[in-house]
Nanobody, 116 residues
C-alpha cells in the first residue's frame, strides 16, 4: 500500500522559514517523480515544485522561485520542501505527490499558515 505522509506544517511568520517533509512508503521511490502542490481555501490546487526521480532536476512555480527549494533523499524515501520568506497569500494545505506513468499518488496534506 502506497503512503505519502506530509509533516512539518504549522504557523510561520511572514519572512520566516518552514521545512515540510514527505515520507513515502510502499513504492519504489526512485522510480517516481515527486512534487509539492498547495491548495488555498476557495482556490484550485497548484503546483509548487517538482523534482525528478534522481533528484538531479527541479522546477518551481514562478511565484516561489528563489525562495522555496525541494530536495529528496533516495536512501530514506524522503522529500523536503524548504520554504523561505513565505507570505500570507501562501497559506494553504501543502500536498506531496508521486507520479510514475499511470500511477499517481497523493498524501493527506499538511496545513501551512503564514501570519504574524
Amino acid at each position: 500500500q502506497v503512503q505519502l505522509v506530509e509533516s512539518g506544517g504549522g504557523l510561520v511568520q511572514p519572512g520566516g522559514s518552514l521545512r515540510l517533509f514527505c515520507a513515502a512508503s510502499g513504492l519504489t521511490f526512485s522510480s517516481y517523480a515527486m512534487s509539492w502542490y498547495r491548495q488555498a481555501p476557495g482556490k484550485e490546487r497548484e503546483l509548487v515544485a517538482a523534482i525528478s526521480r534522481a533528484g538531479s532536476s527541479t522546477s518551481y512555480a514562478d511565484s516561489v522561485k528563489g525562495r522555496f527549494t525541494s530536495s529528496r533523499v533516495i536512501a530514506t524515501n524522503m522529500v523536503y520542501l524548504q520554504m523561505n520568506s513565505p507570505n500570507p497569500e501562501e497559506t494553504a494545505v501543502y500536498y506531496c505527490g508521486a507520479k510514475a506513468g499511470l500511477y499517481d499518488y497523493w498524501g493527506q496534506g499538511t496545513q501551512v499558515t503564514v501570519s504574524s
